[in-house]
């Protein structure tokens, strides 16, 4: 296949992504958007591997400011001057073009510039699992408006409507776990769906303050992050992000939705986090989390406090103390060659120093999870990155007693995807055909040890001296932290599942602002509650972003 055009032949426009205004190429990123570009964040990361004087700390929270993009993408995927979107032109123009790509709309003075763009994209497929088979057909019509006020003041909003024209809601859902979190899909009229994000920021250098709702995710994985996943629902939220030479802090507070065992609505669940890294040398940086979940008294300004320790904040009082879920973690990643970065997370849900290594129930006060990884880049082509990972969450872990303050939104897990009482092994190799053609071949590998259940289909339970007693719960469902003092917790006890999944995909940029992706996935779980065997195909076709 031959290469791209030269660095002084590519496009130069901008979009804002997510609030930060984001350099645009016909070879590299001009779709910035985290739910819609596969590449950007994984060509930043090539670039880390091959470029080994590039700060680690800088690729970590993702999205990115533009002050950083220079050291995270390659010399020839950024242009050394402003490109035509912030240059001070001014004036109104319908269909703008910006080198080889048109947009809905511009328009700039000096003080205020704006660009409106559009998106149409067209889902197809089959899906068939053991007693089921299902087509599917969705289309989506979507925009984006980005816009700058002076040299600080950024915002960001991207709305889009789509229809179900064939195929089950069900089956829409299974393909795409997003469209689930979706109240008219899933609940409402069940032929519709939606997506809603945007923010408002204020940035200086490289530091920001930002407001909104949108896609974050911290940690150094090709697959998937344990803290905060790739696949996490966008949540409103407050950002305040402060690099400084070999450190750099952020502090996160937003709003999350769950329910309680009973399906019922938590009143004002919240999130809060702190992150302080560290970048000694380059090629090793490690950090610190300090998190914390409370729900049903609204915003709670000890967490508010961007500056406190949200640990030693929550066991000031018995109500914090027995009810707020707060978590602790730290973060390692080294780069030992050009071309290698090993990187884990240790979280720590409880600890007791006490009953450390108890076997017995006194024990179950510390629960952990892990993640620990490597991903390498083989210089074949134009490049193939190899990544192997493994991720270990313990029984009750992310989940809370008081069962509405674990770490999910929207029922699902902040966290790495899956559920605590688990174990995964995954694979991912990423063949480059091009800078925005790639081939990705995914498999993994899970152990569950799965709650029991009664033959109701619920939790199995028993009733002691006039109290329901969640005998059932072995530490597997992160909706159900109940229960976690009633037998010595070990790993994988329950009902165990074992799932196997395959997932191989082609995602091209065929022409400007004309994509397609080719999806191929497979599971088979045996064992557990719910067993499961499903293979799908899907074709998606977008035009625009």
């Known amino acids: 296949m031959p290469r791209r055009p030269p660095f002084g032949m590519v496009r130069q426009s901008i979009q804002l992504w997510w609030g930060m205004p984001l350099l645009v190429y016909v070879a590299t990123a001009q779709n910035v958007d985290p739910l819609s570009d596969p590449w950007t964040r994984q060509r930043a990361l090539r670039h880390?591997?091959?470029?080994?004087?590039?700060?680690?700390?800088?690729?970590?929270?993702?999205?990115?400011?533009?002050?950083?993009?220079?050291?995270?993408?390659?010399?020839?995927?950024?242009?050394?001057?402003a490109p035509p979107f912030l240059a001070p032109d001014s004036g109104t123009s319908l269909f703008p073009r910006f080198g080889r790509y048109r947009f809905l709309?511009?328009?700039?003075?000096?003080?205020?510039?704006?660009?409106?763009?559009?998106?149409?994209?067209?889902?197809?497929?089959?899906?068939?699992?053991?007693?089921?088979?299902?087509?599917?057909?969705?289309?989506?019509?979507?925009?984006?408006?980005?816009?700058?006020?002076?040299?600080?003041?950024?915002?960001?909003?991207?709305?889009?409507?789509?229809?179900?024209?064939a195929g089950t809601p069900e089956a829409a859902i299974q393909t795409d776990p997003s469209l689930g979190r979706t109240l008219k899909l899933s609940i409402e009229a069940r032929r519709y769906f939606d997506r809603y994000a945007g923010?408002?920021?204020?940035?200086?250098?490289?530091?920001?303050?930002?407001?909104?709702?949108?896609?974050?995710?911290?940690?150094?994985?090709?697959?998937?992050?344990?803290?905060?996943?790739?696949?996490?629902?966008?949540?409103?939220?407050?950002?305040?992000?402060?690099?400084?030479?070999a450190f750099r802090f952020t502090y996160l507070h937003a709003a999350?939705?769950?329910?309680?065992?009973?399906?019922?609505?938590?009143?004002?669940?919240?999130?809060?986090?702190?992150?302080?890294?560290?970048?000694p040398s380059a090629g090793f940086a490690v950090a610190l989390y300090d998190m914390i979940v409370y729900s049903g008294r609204g915003l709670d300004f000890s967490y508010l406090n961007p500056l406190a320790f949200f640990v030693s904040a929550g066991l000031q009082t018995a109500e914090r103390s027995n009810t707020d879920n707060s978590l602790l973690a730290v973060e390692i990643a080294l780069r030992p060659q050009r071309g290698l970065l090993l990187y884990g997370t240790l979280a720590v849900d409880d600890l007791n120093y006490s009953t450390l290594f108890d076997t017995t129930v006194a024990g179950n006060t510390n629960k952990f999870a892990f993640q620990l990884g490597a991903t390498g880049l083989i210089p074949i082509g134009d490049g193939l990155q190899?990544?192997?990972?493994?991720?270990?969450?313990?029984?009750?872990?992310?989940?809370?007693?008081?069962?509405?303050?674990?770490?999910?939104?929207?029922?699902?897990?902040?966290?790495?995807?899956?559920?605590?009482?688990?174990?995964?092994?995954?694979?991912?190799?990423?063949?480059?055909?091009?800078?925005?053609?790639?081939?990705?071949?995914?498999a993994d590998y899970t152990r569950?040890?799965?709650?029991?259940?009664?033959?109701?289909?619920?939790?199995?339970?028993?009733?002691?001296?006039?109290?329901?007693?969640?005998?059932?719960?072995?530490?597997g469902d992160i909706l159900r932290g109940d229960g976690d003092m009633l037998a010595p917790n070990r790993f994988l006890r329950g009902r165990r599942s074992i799932q196997r999944h395959l997932r191989l995909q082609l995602e091209a940029e065929w022409l400007p602002n004309v994509m397609s992706f080719l999806t191929l996935d497979y599971s088979?779980?045996?064992?557990?509650?719910?067993?499961?065997?499903?293979?799908?195909?899907?074709?998606?076709?977008?035009?625009?972003?």
């Open 524 to 545: 088979n779980r045996t064992g557990g509650n719910n067993p499961l065997r499903q293979v799908w195909l899907l074709l998606e076709l977008r035009l625009g972003y």
């Open 105 to 165: 709309l511009s328009s700039a003075d000096t003080l205020f510039r704006l660009i409106v763009n559009g998106s149409l994209m067209n889902r197809s497929g089959y899906l068939r699992s053991r007693d089921t088979s299902s087509t599917l057909l969705l289309g989506r019509l979507g925009f984006q408006a980005l816009f700058r006020y002076g040299a600080s003041i950024e915002g960001f909003v991207d709305i889009s409507n789509g229809i179900r024209f």
């Open 386 to 442: 190899l990544t192997a990972e493994y991720v270990r969450l313990g029984p009750f872990v992310f989940s809370h007693r008081t069962i509405v303050n674990s770490w999910t939104h929207l029922n699902t897990p902040l966290g790495y995807p899956m559920q605590p009482n688990s174990d995964r092994w995954a694979l991912q190799l990423r063949y480059w055909l091009a800078p925005r053609i790639a081939l990705t071949l995914s």
């Open 48 to 81: 880390i591997l091959t470029a080994d004087t590039v700060s680690l700390q800088r690729y970590v929270l993702w999205p990115i400011p533009l002050a950083e993009l220079p050291a995270v993408l390659p010399p020839e995927e950024h242009p050394p001057t």
């Open 448 to 475: 569950h040890g799965e709650n029991l259940l009664g033959p109701d289909g619920k939790l199995l339970t028993e009733e002691r001296n006039g109290t329901i007693i969640p005998i059932g719960n072995v530490g």
């Open 199 to 245: 923010y408002l920021q204020l940035r200086w250098n490289q530091a920001r303050l930002r407001f909104g709702r949108e896609a974050l995710t911290f940690g150094y994985s090709p697959i998937d992050n344990l803290l905060l996943s790739l696949q996490a629902p966008m949540m409103d939220a407050l950002l305040v992000d402060l690099p400084h030479k």
């Open 256 to 279: 999350a939705e769950g329910t309680d065992t009973a399906n019922v609505p938590v009143s004002s669940k919240f999130i809060a986090l702190h992150r302080l890294g560290w970048e």
